[in-house]
Structure formats: structure tokens, C-alpha cells
Nanobody
Framework: QVQLVESGGDLVQAGGSLRLSCAASGTIFSINSMGWYRQAPGKQRELVAAITSGDTTNYADSVKGRFAISRDNAKNTMYLQMNSLKPEDTAVYYC????????????????WGQGTQVTVSS
């Protein structure tokens, strides 16, 4: 029943900015860790940025200083602010989250969104 929906992907020129959003809906008691992954054609999916429920963040070296991950727990939404975009940032960006369904269960379930395309022209 849980769904993650990404939005905000677009075609932009190098040096431009985008803001991605990931909205979670469905049977959710709490969202624990969340993260953004990306996958370029012919390349493995990689972690871009992650954020815990306590707002501790972690970034891939390739995006550190350019991207910023954040979350709004009241809206069950995560964001990725992407600045100084480079052609090598071109990829499908996926939202990922560990979700607890019920207040009476501590089990966490991992979910993926469908992805949103980010294309950076040179």
C-alpha cells in the first residue's frame, strides 16, 4: 500500500539547478532512513545522499557541496536540492525509504519510487 513518488526531474543546462521531491503515502506509521539513488545508462545504481530520522546526512563524494538532502516529516516528503549540475549527473533518480507500517511493530520495510529523469546538457 505504500508508495513513493518522485517529481522534479527535468532537462537543464550544465551549471543549473533542480529540486527533486519524494512523497510517501499509504500505510505509514513512521519513515526512518531515506535516500536518493541514481542510475545512468550502463552503470550500476549508486547512493547519492541519505538522511536519517534524526536528520543526519551522508553524501557521495561526487555530489558533496553541490547537493543537499532534506526531509519534511509532517508531509512525509524528502527533497534533493541539486546545484551546479554537471553532465555526469544525468541519470534516473530514485527515492528509497525504510518505513515502519504500524505503531505496534518495529519492523522496517524498504520501498523504492519509480524514478525521475534528470538530464544535464553540456
Amino acid at each position: 500500500q505504500v508508495q513513493l513518488v518522485e517529481s522534479g526531474g527535468d532537462l537543464v543546462q550544465a551549471g543549473g539547478s533542480l529540486r527533486l521531491s519524494c512523497a510517501a503515502s499509504g500505510t505509514i506509521f513512521s519513515i526512518n532512513s531515506m535516500g536518493w539513488y541514481r542510475q545512468a545508462p550502463g552503470k550500476q545504481r549508486e547512493l547519492v545522499a541519505a538522511i536519517t530520522s534524526g536528520d543526519t546526512t551522508n553524501y557521495a563524494d561526487s555530489v558533496k557541496g553541490r547537493f543537499a538532502i532534506s526531509r519534511d516529516n509532517a508531509k512525509n516528503t524528502m527533497y534533493l536540492q541539486m546545484n551546479s549540475l554537471k553532465p555526469e549527473d544525468t541519470a534516473v533518480y530514485y527515492c528509497n525509504a525504510d518505513i515502519t507500517y504500524f505503531y505496534w511493530s518495529r519492523r522496517k520495510y524498504n520501498h523504492w519510487g519509480q524514478g525521475t529523469q534528470v538530464t544535464v546538457s553540456s
